[in-house]
């Protein structure tokens, strides 16, 4: 007869953890529970307790949990670790900067601390105390500089500035061809610079002969989708749902890429997931976006707005923890300051440095009024290419700031700008875009609220055609409204606050018109559904070019697309997203009253 061993509280935590591991989270979680009620304070217990809590999705009992040992134990660096991520997860990134900061007073060359100080700064946006503390750890470690590097690669390519980013991926590639982070990271960074087809060829080559994680296969679908590959795409996701059917974002992909949207069976299943797990915001709203974007394919179009409203709630209600929200004064502080600067004078002063060139071509206007599908028929031009959406008078603005005189924020630190930095900017700009096509004629900006940078167009650039994208404003916002924009545009969860915007765009746009009578072309999205040929022929006269028949087919073209409009943009010219808000009728009474003249 065999005898039962009593185990030693360590022991009983051990085989919890193998229990875990093996994913036996119920049997795990009895062992803990039988060790703290015999020792209530036993720290490996309670921080498996709260390991389990936080894979169950609940998170404030891990919290407390963790808060509980770091009470008996200040020094229990695990506890400490796990406190920070759980914040993390609750996108309370300020309680986590203050809890790492609060860390570091005592340890300043803390490695562990300072790695959590870059995660969390980089996720709330504060990029300048990530870079610093890559710096740093770059210095304190040298031994791990391959890993860092790439880091703050990263880094740059979440702040939008892919150049930056290039020259530290290359360092690593250089010592190791064959590094599949950098690999990986070398991809995304071709395609933030729109080198879509490109950036494929590195993501590929980093996911051969290993694993590749869910986070890259998601990412790589994504970008299947911005080639127009969604059976590859959809392949995918088919794998992700292959070793974990609970994968929310891979629903919400699947729900966009898929015609119809979700099957029976994936509605049933995400259900399910939202019935039986845990309340946590950002899967919830995963969810509902997936709900919605599925009921809005099969036509149910009510029920699809309720599921929007739902999930944008959602996330308004993060970006307000994250301190990211749309605050309505600092927007109107800031259009008030480009009409107070950019006057007649000023322009007629600083323009005679300007670029005569006539290659760059800038679409502006509000997101979802046609821009892409305007960059797509130029682009298709023989004498133009399309670059997409880029972010370089964004970054101008960062620049100018520092070549001013007195440093001030981006309008005011024109105002004693030397004139001799002019022609070096415009000259900047112009290299950029022609590495990209040095043949093209036309070099076509897309990036719609470049509607706030029209005064500085035109002093780089006295000759560039600007194109003035306008749709019903109706329309334009109830698409914005449903189109999950990842940066940047943090009024597009709410109408309230699409209405706001949308009243200050208006008036900026009149405003530029004021300035330069003549200089914008006004393309009006009806206009070129119902009645393509005419419009289309007017846009490329106001490009200075000729009439193709080739601007039609612009569905045909295989360039990526990387913007909230690629599944629509494949398509010929239609005419069913004229009049889109009726369907909404009665449930968008905050943007009801809104017309385009």
Not at 22 to 28: C, I, K
Not at 208 to 222: D, H, M, P, R, Y
Not at 250 to 255: D, I, P
Not at 570 to 591: A, L
Request: proline content about 4%.
């Amino acid at each position: 007869m065999s005898k039962k061993v009593a185990l030693s509280p360590e022991q009983a935590v051990s085989l919890a953890a193998q229990h875990l591991n093996e994913g036996n989270a119920t049997e795990a979680k009895c062992i803990c529970e039988m060790v703290v009620n015999a020792d209530p304070n036993h720290a490996a217990a309670l921080n498996l307790l709260g390991t389990i809590s936080l894979k169950a999705g609940d998170i404030d009992g891990a919290i407390k949990l963790f808060e509980k040992i770091i009470k008996v134990n200040p020094e229990d660096e695990i506890s400490w670790v796990n406190l920070v991520q759980c914040h993390i997860q609750l996108e309370d990134y300020q309680k986590a900067i203050e809890l790492v900061q609060a860390r570091l007073k005592d340890k300043p060359d803390d490695i562990k601390t300072l790695a959590l100080l870059e995660q969390t700064s980089s996720n709330m946006g504060r990029y300048d105390i990530a870079h610093k503390t890559l710096q740093k750890l770059l210095e304190l470690k040298p031994e791990s500089n391959t890993v860092i590097k790439l880091e703050i690669a990263a880094l740059f390519i979440k702040m939008n500035f892919p150049g930056q980013a290039k020259k530290w991926i290359e360092e690593v590639l250089k010592a190791e061809p064959k590094n599949k982070a950098a690999l990986w990271i070398y991809g995304e960074m071709l395609k933030q610079s729109g080198l879509v087809e490109k950036a494929i060829g590195y993501f590929e080559a980093a996911c051969v002969g290993q694993e590749t994680s869910q986070q890259n296969k998601l990412s790589l679908a994504n970008t299947y989708a911005d080639l127009n590959r969604t059976s590859d795409a959809i392949a995918l996701i088919s794998e992700i749902f292959a070793s974990d059917p609970n994968c929310v974002p891979a629903y919400m992909q699947a729900s966009h890429l898929q015609e119809g949207g979700l099957t029976d069976d994936q509605i049933s299943r995400l259900k399910e997931i939202q019935q039986t797990s845990p309340d946590v915001p950002q899967r919830e709203e995963c969810i509902e976006y997936a709900f919605a974007q599925t009921a809005e394919a099969r036509g149910e179009h009510i029920k699809a707005f309720k599921h929007y409203r739902k999930a944008n709630k959602l996330h308004k209600t993060s970006l307000d923890k994250q301190k990211k929200n749309y605050d309505r004064k600092f927007v109107e502080n800031k259009f008030i300051r480009i009409k107070q600067v950019f006057t007649p004078e000023l322009i007629s002063r600083l323009s005679v440095f300007g670029n005569p060139s006539t290659v760059p071509v800038f679409i502006v206007g509000m997101p979802r009024s046609g821009t892409t599908l305007t960059e797509r028929i130029i682009g298709n031009h023989s004498k133009a290419t399309g670059v997409g959406e880029l972010m370089d008078l964004p970054h101008l603005a960062i620049l100018i700031r520092e070549l001013s005189k007195s440093k001030k924020n981006y309008p005011n630190c024109l105002l004693d700008l030397d004139e001799k930095y002019i022609s070096n900017l415009a000259e900047g700009y112009l290299k950029r875009i022609q590495d990209w096509e040095p043949q093209a004629e036309r070099i076509v900006n897309k990036l719609p609220g470049n509607y706030m940078f029209i005064g500085l167009i035109r002093i780089l650039f006295p000759n560039a055609a600007i194109i003035h994208c306008l749709r019903d404003p109706r329309d334009t916002l109830i698409s914005c409204f449903f189109a999950r924009f990842n940066h940047g545009l943090n009024f597009s969860f709410d109408l309230d606050d699409c209405a706001h915007q949308y009243e200050l765009y208006k008036d900026m746009m009149a405003y530029w018109n004021t300035l330069f009578p003549n200089d914008i072309y006004a393309s009006l999205y009806s206009d070129l559904v119902s009645q393509p040929e005419q419009a289309i022929t007017n846009i490329l006269a106001h490009c200075g070019l000729e009439w193709e028949e080739e601007c039609l087919n612009f569905h045909n073209s295989p360039k990526a697309v990387r913007t909230a409009s690629r599944m629509q943009v494949r398509k010929p010219i239609y005419t069913s997203s004229i009049d889109r808000w009726k369907r909404y009728e009665g449930q968008i009474d905050e943007i009801q009253h809104l017309r385009l003249t």
